[in-house]
């Protein structure tokens, strides 16, 4: 029997807003992509702060920091119906975590900002840890954290290659495409 639910946070909770902004703003964005994405996984990692992550884009797209803070900030939208669904499951007896590539202080801040502080049992986040999924250690160390076995969780990503990563290390894996696919999906697990 699952236990626990580990979500991913940006890309099932929340949309994906720098990347979003990113395709939105910039003109040439395909020819700048790859160079996005690198800086995207170095504050992942933990190696680059809001602020240099900030700075980086600019340099790299002509956009003010003030532009693009504002812009960022704008892309967040959240699944409502997935918080009131991972609620009951929460209701249901479910611990319900996340684990997302990201920095403390951006993922916390828009988790915080969102109101969604109480939702989680335990944030996991990639840039405290400085492994980034799909790396597999960061789904043992959720698990450490968490106090449970493979076989007692659950992972939801939108990601492929992260749901198949903790496949391979024993975690049930579902890829997030919406909350009623996910809905019909997880009472499937349930049995």
Do not use: H
């Amino acid at each position: 029997m699952y236990k626990a639910v580990i979500f991913d946070f940006f890309g099932v909770f929340c949309a994906p807003i720098a990347t979003n902004w990113f395709k939105k703003t910039v003109p040439d964005y395909k020819g700048k992509l790859a160079a996005f994405q690198a800086l995207c996984t170095q504050s992942d990692l933990g190696k680059l702060s809001r602020a240099g992550f900030n700075a980086k884009v600019s340099e790299l797209t002509g956009v003010p920091i003030d532009e693009i803070v504002r812009g960022i900030e704008s892309e967040t939208v959240i699944d409502s119906a997935l918080v009131a669904y991972t609620q009951e499951l929460k209701t249901k007896g479910y611990r319900i975590a996340c684990l997302s590539n990201g920095s403390r202080e951006w993922t916390l801040q828009v988790i915080n900002d969102q109101e969604l502080g109480g939702l989680y049992e335990e944030v996991i986040l990639s840039g405290d840890l400085g492994i980034v999924k799909p790396d597999p250690r960061i789904y043992i160390q959720t698990l450490d954290k968490l106090g449970l076995t493979a076989s007692q969780a659950v992972f939801v990503d939108d990601r492929k290659a992260n749901t198949d990563a903790a496949e391979a290390c024993g975690i049930r894996s579902l890829v997030f495409s919406d909350t009623p696919t996910f809905k019909k999906e997880f009472r499937v697990l349930e049995g």
